[in-house]
């Protein structure tokens, strides 16, 4: 009778079981697509961060506070805006200059500009190495005793790519500048902070602007000489200045 009754046992069990996995699937819509218990939970949890709209409203009722600006730079990041969210950076840095972290924020917006900006270039290369092995193709058949024109269609398709590429390049370049300027504020502000030598520096690759990469650098080692970053530096200078006398 103890194994009968024992199975009876597990079989129920086994039910009980099934349909907890069940309701915790339903619950916090796992493999459906859905909404479930633990989304609404997220929901209410919330970041704390407010709206984009809620943001621009306090905005335009308090154009000198820099707290709204501050609140819907926050709220513009959280969306992804980084575009938006750089001019609502710019607005409270000019109501608040001497916050630090606010500007290194802000610096850290421009770089991100960059390296999408960077990223558009590159694909826009890649688009225009692979249209221009296209017309080397049509330029290698011959008909009638001349090479094959390319159609005005991939012409047109080259122009717009060449100017996508341009644009992208011109946009990573005013970004990481912005970045520099944003860090040498940063700089002025906290002198004695070796780390931001090293954001400035790192700024200053992206822009192409060697003469501050050095001068960063160099303030970096006389604020840090010890520190573990300082032989990857003393290398870097030693290849940078190497560059400019050649």
């Not at 730079?73 to 607005?91: F, P, S, Y």
């Not at 944003?182 to 790192?202: C, F, I």
């Not at 822009?207 to 290398?235: C, G, H, M, Q």
Request: charged share 15%.
């Amino acid at each position: 009778m103890f194994f009968p009754r024992l199975r009876r046992h597990a079989r129920w069990m086994f039910l009980l079981l099934a349909l907890v996995f069940a309701l915790g699937f339903v619950g916090f819509g796992v493999g459906a697509g859905g909404i479930g218990f633990g989304d609404i939970l997220k929901g209410k949890g919330g970041s704390g961060a407010p709206s984009v709209s809620d943001a621009q409203k306090q905005v335009n009722e308090n154009p000198k506070d820099p707290q709204a600006f501050r609140n819907l730079a926050t709220a513009l990041e959280t969306q992804g805006n980084t575009t938006d969210a750089i001019e609502a950076l710019q607005n409270y840095s000019q109501l608040k200059p001497k916050d630090a972290d606010a500007l290194r924020e802000l610096a850290g917006l421009y770089l991100q500009q960059a390296t999408a900006a960077q990223q558009q270039a590159q694909n826009a290369q890649l688009r225009q190495a692979y249209t221009a092995s296209a017309g080397q193709v049509d330029a290698s058949i011959v008909l009638g005793g001349s090479p094959l024109i390319p159609d005005p269609i991939t012409n047109a398709v080259s122009t717009e790519i060449e100017q996508d590429l341009n644009t992208a390049l011109t946009n990573q370049q005013q970004a990481a500048a912005g970045a520099v300027t944003t860090y040498k504020k940063v700089v002025a502000l906290s002198p004695s902070d070796p780390n931001v030598q090293l954001e400035l520096a790192n700024a200053a690759v992206q822009a192409n602007d060697s003469k501050t990469e050095i001068a960063a650098y160099e303030k970096f080692l006389k604020l840090a000489p010890n520190d573990p970053s300082a032989p990857f530096v003393r290398s870097q200078l030693k290849s940078l200045k190497a560059t400019k006398q050649g």
